[in-house]
């Protein structure tokens, strides 16, 4: 099932969730922001999570390849 979805290029798949959201809209009008509220709090939490991490590891990694960088100089 997912090899068939794959096989469909990058950009249709793009285009047809867009189409899709843009009918969406246009159907559930001000329902949708009842129905999709909990979906987008949720994304943004998992958002939220991942970026403390990647910033703590971005600069630990950054000052670990400076004391790299000093040692080889000598």
Do not use: H
């Not at 939220?48 to 950054?62: G, K, Q």
């Not at 000052?63 to 960088?69: N, P, Q, S």
Request: charged share 15%.
């Amino acid at each position: 099932m997912f090899a068939r979805f794959f096989r469909i290029p990058l950009w249709q798949r793009t285009f047809a969730g867009l189409a899709l959201g843009v009918v969406a809209g246009l159907i559930l009008r001000e329902r949708a922001e009842v129905w999709l509220q909990p979906i987008g709090d949720v994304y943004l939490n998992l958002i939220r999570m991942v970026v403390a991490p990647l910033v703590l590891f971005t600069i630990a990694s950054s000052i670990a390849k400076l004391g790299e960088g000093a040692g080889a100089v000598r």
